[in-house]
């Protein structure tokens, strides 16, 4: 085997390069060489912030595209040279838990959040993905590697909360976080119908953002005051028919309850990254009769999903280049675009390193 040079995240606080061997391609798995890595909020909550599981040695990176160089002896519609989207999340499709559709979690919960949690991330020169043939996804010529970094994460994850909200025509959604998980979530809103949209954020380069993708004026800025009565005053007191959340902290879903009508659904693909207890309101929860349902969870992965999702960019449907402010070339330049993910500067929406 070969070494190669990889980011590595050690444990809180500490990252630093190393040379490291890549683990053997098995019957079923995949080694991809990386061609544009993205970092992700979620890689800060994981260095810097009290993420959940112990990690030592593990290379840090989930979001990114690459060229396959080896596939194993039973893969069958993966071959060296094919460009791929590697999704953050990889399940093991052959399990009970996956037959209950929920093969994210296939052996434990989260367990198929596997880079830099259970083993080494994308941010090496060659990684190891497990169970190609149903967790690679092909991704066509014309999208370009920076912008196809984006189904990795980003747009599944995002366009996930709106599936778990049930956006439906016509509804009146309150969008909580519009960084590029939030951005993508007003993207799939648009896309599934939403009618009129609330959005909170702060920084101007992402409610100019939102706006592209479909919002429409009603921008609640959370640093302005409670936003639940901003929501109020802009609902004339009729709440909302589903809330997404990807921005915010435990007391959020608290804000989400208390803003959204009875018998609706809240989306929430936010990580909470710190705090011990979520609160929900009881007399705004109907003292536990209200109906109001909060669907949260982690993105689901599959090559089925990923492929389709590049079907919406390749037909132009779905617009990837507003979400990448910050381009990068180089491997090495890596550790300057997760600082620049963890500083996150007013004109930041998403980082992307071109290998
Ligand atoms: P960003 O940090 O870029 O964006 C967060 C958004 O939330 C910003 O618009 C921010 O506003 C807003 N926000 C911050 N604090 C508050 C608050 N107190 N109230 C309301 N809004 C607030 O994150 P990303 O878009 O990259 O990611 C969003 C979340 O999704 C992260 O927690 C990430 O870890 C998680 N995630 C979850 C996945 C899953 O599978 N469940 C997968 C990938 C990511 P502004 O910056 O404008 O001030
Ligand atoms: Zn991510």
Same mark, same amino acid.
């Given at each position: 085997?070969?070494?190669?040079?990889?980011?590595?995240? %050690?444990?809180?606080?500490?990252?630093?390069?190393? @040379?490291?061997?890549?683990?053997?391609?098995?019957? %079923?798995?995949?080694?991809?060489?990386?061609?544009? +890595?993205? #970092?992700?909020?979620?890689?800060?909550?994981?260095?810097?912030?009290?993420?959940?599981? @112990?990690?030592?040695?593990?290379?840090?990176?989930?979001?990114?595209?690459?060229?396959?160089?080896? /596939?194993?002896?039973?893969?069958?519609? *993966?071959?060296?040279?094919?460009?791929?989207?590697?999704?953050?999340?990889? =399940?093991?499709?052959?399990?009970?838990?996956?037959?209950?559709?929920?093969? $994210?979690?296939?052996?434990?919960?989260?367990?198929?959040?596997?880079?830099?949690?259970?083993?080494?991330?994308?941010?090496?020169?060659?990684?190891?993905?497990?169970?190609?043939?149903?967790?690679?996804?092909? *991704?066509?010529?014309?999208?370009? #590697?920076?912008?196809?970094?984006?189904?990795?994460?980003?747009? =599944?994850?995002? !366009?996930?909360?709106? @599936? +778990?909200? &049930?956006?439906? +025509?016509?509804?009146?959604?309150?969008?909580?976080?519009?960084?590029?998980?939030? %951005?993508?979530?007003?993207?799939?809103?648009?896309?599934?119908?939403?009618?009129? *949209?609330?959005?909170?954020?702060?920084?101007?380069?992402?409610?100019?953002?939102?706006?592209?993708?479909?919002?429409?004026?009603?921008?609640?800025?959370?640093?302005?005051? &409670?936003?639940? @009565?901003?929501?109020?005053?802009?609902?004339?007191?009729?709440?909302?028919?589903?809330?997404?959340?990807?921005?915010?902290?435990?007391?959020?879903?608290?804000?989400?309850?208390?803003?959204?009508?009875?018998?609706?659904?809240?989306?929430?693909?936010?990580?909470?990254?710190?705090?011990?207890? /979520?609160?929900?309101?009881? /007399?705004?929860?109907?003292?536990?009769?209200?109906?109001? !349902?909060?669907?949260?969870?982690?993105?689901?992965?599959?090559?089925?999903?990923?492929?389709?999702?590049?079907?919406?960019?390749?037909?132009?449907? +779905?617009?990837?280049?507003? %979400?990448?402010?910050?381009? *990068?070339?180089?491997?090495?330049?890596?550790?300057?675009?997760? !600082?620049? $993910?963890?500083?996150?500067?007013?004109?930041?929406?998403?980082?992307?390193?071109?290998?």
């Amino acid at each position: 085997m070969i070494v190669t040079k990889i980011f590595k995240g %050690l444990t809180m606080l500490k990252i630093r390069w190393i @040379e490291k061997k890549w683990s053997m391609c098995g019957p %079923l798995d995949a080694l991809v060489k990386s061609r544009a +890595l993205a #970092p992700c909020t979620s890689d800060i909550h994981t260095v810097w912030e009290g993420t959940i599981g @112990e990690r030592h040695n593990l290379v840090l990176g989930h979001e990114g595209v690459g060229e396959v160089v080896e /596939v194993g002896s039973m893969v069958k519609n *993966f071959k060296p040279r094919d460009q791929v989207i590697i999704p953050a999340i990889t =399940p093991d499709w052959n399990t009970v838990e996956a037959q209950g559709g929920l093969a $994210m979690h296939s052996g434990g919960m989260l367990t198929c959040w596997r880079f830099s949690f259970f083993k080494d991330g994308v941010f090496g020169e060659i990684f190891h993905v497990t169970d190609a043939d149903d967790n690679l996804a092909k *991704f066509p010529d014309s999208i370009a #590697p920076a912008e196809a970094a984006m189904l990795s994460d980003r747009v =599944p994850t995002s !366009f996930h909360t709106a @599936e +778990l909200a &049930d956006v439906k +025509l016509g509804d009146t959604v309150c969008w909580i976080g519009i960084g590029p998980v939030g %951005l993508m979530a007003v993207a799939g809103s648009n896309l599934m119908g939403a009618l009129h *949209f609330l959005t909170v954020g702060s920084r101007p380069d992402s409610v100019h953002a939102a706006k592209g993708y479909g919002a429409t004026d009603d921008i609640i800025n959370y640093k302005n005051g &409670d936003i639940v @009565e901003q929501v109020m005053n802009l609902t004339d007191g009729k709440c909302v028919d589903k809330v997404c959340i990807a921005g915010g902290d435990v007391k959020t879903i608290d804000q989400a309850i208390r803003m959204l009508k009875p018998g609706e659904k809240i989306g929430n693909v936010n990580y909470l990254g710190s705090g011990d207890y /979520v609160i929900v309101p009881r /007399v705004e929860w109907g003292c536990g009769m209200s109906h109001k !349902f909060i669907h949260s969870r982690l993105m689901p992965g599959g090559r089925l999903r990923m492929e389709k999702l590049a079907n919406l960019v390749e037909v132009g449907k +779905l617009k990837l280049s507003p %979400l990448i402010t910050h381009r *990068f070339n180089g491997f090495d330049k890596l550790k300057e675009a997760l !600082f620049l $993910m963890k500083e996150k500067p007013a004109a930041l929406i998403k980082p992307v390193v071109i290998i």
